[in-house]
Structures are given as C-alpha cells and as structure tokens.
C-alpha cells in the first residue's frame, strides 16, 4: 500500500500547478488525505487536510486562499490545485494518508501513510 504524489515542475512565480495523489491498493475515498511539503534544511509542513467523512477542508495560513485540495472518488484521485505560486512554495510536496473519520489537520504524525513526493520548484 503506498501512495504516489505527481504533477510537479518548474513554475514561475505567479504561475499554477496541479499536483495528484493516488493509492496503489488504497480506495482514498476511506480515508483523510492531506498533502505535505519539505524544503532542503526545514521540517515537513503540513499544507491542508480533506476529510474522508464529508466536504471538511482545512489549510494552514500559508496556503490559505491559494491552494485547494479536492477529490475525485471515481479516479481514486485527490488533486492539489495551487495558484499564485511562491518562491517559496519550493520544496518537495507529499500526500498522507490517515484513517480517521470528521474534520482533519494536517499533522505530519498523525498520518500513516506515505509515498514518494514530487518536486515544485517556483523560479523565474
């Protein structure tokens, strides 16, 4: 069981990007799915969590307002759809999962399940 994060790039600021997450043997609809993010030299931070149980959503202050996390259950798909992109939105960004029922957070130890992640680099 392992999820697998893709869709990042090279980007300039301003630009977008839509990252993907699915599940190798994991239906995501079950569970809370949140996405995460590490750059060189700083701890891993937690972006925004959806919930599994209804249309919950919450975003650290960072992203709020130019980030959004959505689901498509019939693709076993959860999507990050980032705007206004940063330079520093660079890092490697992750999708967890955590089987948990309500509204979530996106709290790196809460979560037990992890996959590879995918590079964001934001650069003119």
């Known amino acids: 069981v392992q999820l697998q994060a893709s869709g990042g790039g090279l980007v300039q600021p301003g630009g977008s990007l839509r990252l993907s997450c699915t599940g190798a043997?994991?239906?995501?609809?079950?569970?809370?799915i949140g996405w995460f993010r590490q750059a060189p030299g700083k701890e891993r931070e937690g972006l925004t969590c959806a919930s599994s149980t209804d249309d919950s959503t919450s975003y650290a202050a960072s992203v709020q307002g130019r980030f959004t996390i959505s689901r498509d259950n019939a693709k076993n798909m959860v999507y990050l759809e980032m705007n206004n992109l940063k330079p520093e939105d660079t890092a490697v960004y992750f999708c967890?999962?955590?089987?948990?029922?309500?509204?979530?957070?996106?709290?790196?130890?809460?979560?037990?399940?992890w996959g590879q992640g995918t590079q964001v680099t934001v650069s003119s």
């Open positions: 043997g994991l239906r995501l609809e079950t569970y809370a």
């Open positions: 967890a999962a955590r089987f948990t029922r309500g509204y979530c957070t996106a709290v790196a130890g809460l979560f037990s399940v």
